[in-house]
């Protein structure tokens, strides 16, 4: 098991161009998170996926923002026609289902990141 | 977006001293956890909490859930340079049906050998 990963962890782009991020979770969670952080700032929720089900978008998550999880495994975002504004740290977590005396503990494991540089 | 308050923000503190920040919420949530976050990395969960009164210990930290579910609490004990870093607290809200949790803004530490 070697953690939450993602792909790349650097990402430069100029304003107007789309780009694209994957996210691989430790094997067998089955809830996969994406988090948006920008300088100073802790994460901030952007979406959640149950298996391969979208199950939540933020008020963050604009139209040019488009997330998939195919076969509930990897998952990928999508930022179209970039903005500078868009620039940050873009974070993924997966947590297992894990219930313990009929409580349901969810912690949350993240990746290292992306950071993107929108120029 | 909403955030959770920390404090202090950032503190310089000498190197073997104890630590003790908190994070307070205006509504109750029914986890807290809390993460340390290096320059250019992800954070790493270090210790999570499921009940209101429970006191959990990670070595030299130490973290508890506030009775009013409002609040939770971060101790480090006899620091070290390598404890340096972001400490972000994180609440999930009883009503959250996807679990996404709330962060706090961070608390910057710094230890001077």
């Known amino acids: 098991d070697t953690g939450v990963s993602q792909n790349p962890r650097h990402k430069i782009t100029k304003r107007g161009q789309n780009v694209t991020f994957r996210c691989d979770p430790i094997?067998?969670?089955?809830?996969l998170y994406w988090y948006r952080q920008t300088l100073g700032q802790g994460p901030e929720f952007l979406t959640y996926?149950?298996?391969?089900?979208?199950?939540?978008k933020s008020r963050l998550l604009s139209d040019r923002f488009s997330a998939e999880r195919p076969k509930g495994s990897f998952s990928t975002l999508e930022i179209q026609r970039t903005e500078q504004g868009d620039s940050a740290m873009y974070l993924c977590?997966?947590?297992?289902?894990?219930?313990?005396?009929?409580?349901?503990?969810?912690?949350?494991?993240f990746g290292p990141g992306t950071r993107l540089t929108v120029l | 977006g909403q955030q959770l308050n920390q404090s202090p923000q950032s503190m310089f503190i000498q190197e073997g001293e104890d630590v003790s920040m908190n994070c307070t919420s205006s509504?109750?949530?029914?986890?807290w956890l809390w993460y340390k976050q290096d320059p250019g990395e992800g954070p790493v969960l270090l210790i999570a909490l499921y009940k209101a009164g429970e006191l959990t210990s990670n070595g030299r930290l130490t973290a508890q859930f506030g009775i009013t579910r409002k609040d939770s609490f971060l101790n480090i004990s006899a620091s070290i340079p390598s404890d340096v870093g972001i400490y972000f607290c994180a609440g999930q809200s009883p009503t959250s049906g996807t679990y996404k949790y709330i962060f706090g803004t961070g608390t910057r530490l710094k230890v001077l050998a």
């Open positions: 094997s067998e969670h089955n809830r």
């Open positions: 509504s109750i949530f029914n986890t």
């Open positions: 996926f149950q298996n391969e089900a979208q199950l939540e």
């Open positions: 977590a997966s947590s297992p289902t894990k219930r313990t005396g009929g409580a349901v503990h969810n912690e949350q494991f």
